[in-house]
Each structure stands twice: as structure tokens, then as C-alpha cells.
């Protein structure tokens, strides 16, 4: 199966989690008028278990490039997982509904170099997939005890292309 990225948005990427962004005008003026907060972005979740928490950690991943080959899908049943680039590059985000327990039909999108990603709990997603080298993000997610991941090969990988 192939797939077209296509670019990120709000309302295209909404079923799968949050994109976030500085477009539009900001919510708040704050630091004495010298900078906009655009509040509240991500729908952050890091579940019910005692003892679950969320945690701040810094990925370094190798960059790919297009076309690209996604042969895995994982997610995060216990917590949300938001993705921010420390540089100004483009990724790639693939991202499945769930269908009876299993991905379903994957869909790709390209980020601008200017947006970062929440993905929401328990949504099905591919690898961290820089397409730029040094391949550095903020992660916030879960930390805690409990499995917090499930892994799916996929039967016939899907090559995404640009």
C-alpha cells in the first residue's frame, strides 16, 4: 500500500490527537506586552494509575527521508504523547484509527518545521520519523509503572511518499 503526506492541520489531524502551533492571534498578551501566549494548546492525559505522572524527555532519532517505509505502529493505552521539535524542521507523523483493537487504514501528514504534535491516549501511531537530521524533540508523556505500549507490525507495510 502507498500513501501521499499530506500537510498537518487542526481539523485534518483532530481524530488522532492535537497539532500545536503559534498561527492565528494569540489568547494572552503577557510580559509586559512583549509576548503572546497561545494557551492551552494540548489535551494532555497521563491516565488514572496511582502513581502515573507526566514527565518531560529529550529523543534524538535518525532521520529518514521519503519515500518511507513504515513496517510498525505502536501506541500509548495508558497517557497522551506530544512531540516538539527542537529545531525548525519538517517531520513526518503517520497515525491509524483503531479498528477492533488493531490499526486501521494509516494515514500520513507533513509538519511545517513550525508545529509540534499531542497525540491522544491510546492512538495508533508510527515511529518518531525526523526527516532532518539531528532528529531532537521534547517528549512529554507518561511516566509510571504500568505497560504504557503496544507494539503492531504490519502485516504488508505501507511506503509513504511526499
Not at 494569540?26 to 496511582?50: S, V
Amino acid at each position: 500500500m502507498q500513501i501521499k503526506a499530506e500537510p498537518l492541520s487542526a481539523a485534518a489531524f483532530a481524530p488522532f490527537g492535537d497539532v500545536l502551533d503559534a498561527t492565528g492571534a494569540p489568547d494572552k498578551i503577557i510580559n509586559q506586552g512583549l509576548c503572546g501566549r497561545f494557551h492551552n494548546r494540548a489535551r494532555l492525559d497521563f491516565g488514572t494509575e496511582t502513581g502515573g505522572r507526566a514527565g518531560i524527555s529529550i529523543f534524538k532519532a535518525e532521520a529518514r527521508a521519503l519515500p518511507y517505509l513504515c513496517d510498525l505502529l505502536e501506541r500509548h493505552p495508558e497517557g497522551s504523547q506530544a512531540f516538539i521539535p527542537m529545531t525548525a524542521d519538517p517531520f513526518l507523523v503517520i497515525v491509524a484509527p483503531d479498528a477492533d483493537g488493531r490499526p486501521g487504514a494509516p494515514r500520513a501528514f507533513l509538519t511545517n518545521g513550525a508545529q509540534a504534535i499531542n497525540l491522544h491516549r491510546g492512538t495508533w501511531h508510527g515511529v518518531l520519523t525526523p526527516l532532518s537530521e539531528p532528529g531532537l524533540f521534547a517528549v512529554i508523556d507518561r511516566i509510571g509503572a504500568s505497560a504504557n505500549l503496544e507494539e503492531y507490525p504490519l502485516p504488508a507495510p505501507v511506503t509513504v511518499i511526499g
